[in-house]
């Protein structure tokens, strides 16, 4: 930081295990990626070449280097995954992986009906030689899955080798843990929050309240994914109570509330 302030939440530093935010690259162009990383390389864990962007994103190759010189791990979009084994093409997607230098992947059934035996051998097999993501939770909206369900996934697929399970929510913010209107599911995070440990779980929450929602609940150190690239520095500030919406959140209680009370109207 540029200067200090009292009563500010400890981050953790990279490489982090908790407090992560990913990055989701639509389609950057190196320009960009480089002006991303000017302004908050540091503030950044994880880019994820979003769903399939990869197949169409000109000079992939070296944008991927440019984030691995500045500290930054990425993987391709779990889309892109389930677009490869729809089509009976894993072996072509492990190649893909090695030649761009990846030591990073995720596994996803988002889109197609994948049985969980399944998922998990992906996991595992991928597991041996990367570090494995895996989303839970579907794309499509209306279906829904029990709290009970998304725990034994969850719990399933981290046993299997993942490192961290995604939450889905899409780049919507309005599907998997959200509400079609984008308010979170509060019963369901509870319930998985009960038996799955938050370092364990990337809350997918491209929308300004739900990070805030998320930080609320569980604190500075919350990992955090969809995050857009001009986005970052302002999650920044929610994750340090530097921003109005939690601005209350780190200072002392009789601090927070003297501030907190209603001026009298100087005109009285």
Known sequence: ?????????????????????????????LRQAEDLISVSG???????????TSVVTPRLTDKVKL??????RVYLGGTLF??????????DYRKLVDQLGLDMVEVSDGSINMPTKEKCKYITDLAKHFTVLSEVGSKESGILISPSK?????????DAGSWKV????????????????????????????????????????????????FIKQLGANVNLGNIAPEEVIPLETLRLGLRGDTFFQ???????????????????
């Open 150 to 158: 998304w725990v034994s996934m969850m719990r399933t697929e981290l």
């Open 67 to 72: 984030y691995h010189n500045a500290g930054i």
């Open 1 to 29: 930081m540029n200067f200090k302030l009292s009563h500010i939440p400890a981050r953790t530093t990279k490489p982090r295990e908790d407090g992560v935010t990913m990055v989701m690259d639509k389609g950057l162009s």
């Open 250 to 268: 780190y200072l002392p209680e009789e601090v927070a509330d003297k501030l907190r009370q209603v001026k009298p109207d100087a005109t009285n």
């Open 166 to 213: 995604i939450a889905e929510a899409r780049e919507s913010g309005t599907v998997g843990i959200y509400r079609p209107n984008g308010h979170a599911h509060t019963t369901l995070v509870n319930r998985i929050l009960a038996k799955v440990a938050s370092k364990d779980i990337l809350w997918e929450a491209p929308q300004k309240p739900q990070q805030v929602w």
């Open 42 to 52: 540091d503030l950044v864990d994880l880019v994820k070449i979003g769903f399939g």
């Open 82 to 91: 389930e677009a490869f084994v729809a089509r009976g093409q894993f072996k």
